[in-house]
C-alpha cells in the first residue's frame, strides 16, 4: 500500500503509503534509516503515528532542495502520481498530491490538499487542509551532522485515514512499501548531491 509526503508530500505521500497499513509498534531499518509506525484506536478513531530518523550524505540545503521540490516528486516517490502547487507565500504553500495504494487486486485513490510551513533549510510543518484523509499532520527536521557534512531527517507525523484500511495486511506491506520510497527518496537526495 502506498501513501504520501516536502518533505511536506514526501511525508504525506510516506505516511499515506506505509503508516496506513501499519503494525502496531512496528520498526524497519534501511541502512541509516529508522521508520517506527503504531496505530492507536481512541474512541473508535484509527491514527497513525509515523516516526523517521536517518542520515543523507548531502548538506540541509542539498537535502531541502529535494524535499521540497514538489513538481518533480512524482519522479522517484514511489505511487505518487501528481504533485501540483495551488500557492505559495512567504509563509506557506499550499499543494495538491495524487497517489494510489494498493495490494494484489485491492487500490485505493489518494488525493490530497496540504498547507506547508517551511523554516528554511531546518523545518517543515505539514496539515491537511481537504481530500480522503480524516486528519494528516507532520513535523520536519534537517540537522547538519558534523564533521562528514550529512544531514540529519526527524520526522513525526499522524494521520487518519476517511478510507478502510486492512490492519491484518499492515506489517509486510508497511516494511516493503516505506522501505522502497524511503530509499528513493534518500538515493534522490545522494544523487543529487553528488552531481
Do not use: C
Not at 507565500?89 to 497517489?99: D, K, N, V, W
Not at 485505493?108 to 496539515?127: G, H, K, L, N, Y
Not at 550529512?150 to 506489517?171: A, K, M, Q
Amino acid at each position: 500500500m502506498s501513501y504520501a509526503a516536502p518533505v511536506a508530500y514526501l511525508l504525506l505521500f510516506l505516511t499515506l503509503t506505509g503508516a496506513v497499513l501499519a503494525w502496531h509498534g512496528m520498526a524497519v531499518r534501511h541502512d541509516q534509516l529508522q521508520v517506527s509506525v503504531k496505530h492507536h484506536q481512541p474512541k473508535g478513531r484509527l491514527l497513525f503515528e509515523i516516526q523517521l530518523q536517518g542520515v543523507v550524505h548531502a548538506t540541509p540545503q542539498q537535502t531541502w532542495a529535494v524535499l521540497t521540490d514538489y513538481a518533480r516528486l512524482p519522479e522517484f516517490v514511489p505511487d505518487l502520481l501528481s504533485s501540483k502547487l495551488l500557492s505559495h507565500s512567504a509563509t506557506e504553500t499550499i499543494i495538491e498530491q495524487q497517489g494510489r495504494a494498493g495490494f494484489l487486486f485491492v487500490r485505493q485513490a489518494i488525493q490530497v490538499v496540504v498547507r506547508v510551513v517551511e523554516q528554511p533549510f531546518s523545518s517543515i510543518d505539514v496539515t491537511l487542509l481537504s481530500g480522503n484523509m480524516k486528519h494528516y499532520s507532520s513535523h520536519w527536521t534537517l540537522t547538519p551532522q558534523a564533521p562528514d557534512g550529512g544531514t540529519r531527517i526527524d520526522y513525526r507525523g499522524t494521520l487518519e485515514p476517511d478510507f478502510y484500511v486492512p490492519l491484518l495486511l499492515g506489517r509486510a506491506l508497511v516494511q516493503r512499501n516505506v522501505q522502497t520510497m524511503l530509499a528513493a527518496v534518500l538515493a534522490e537526495v545522494e544523487r543529487r548531491a553528488n552531481l
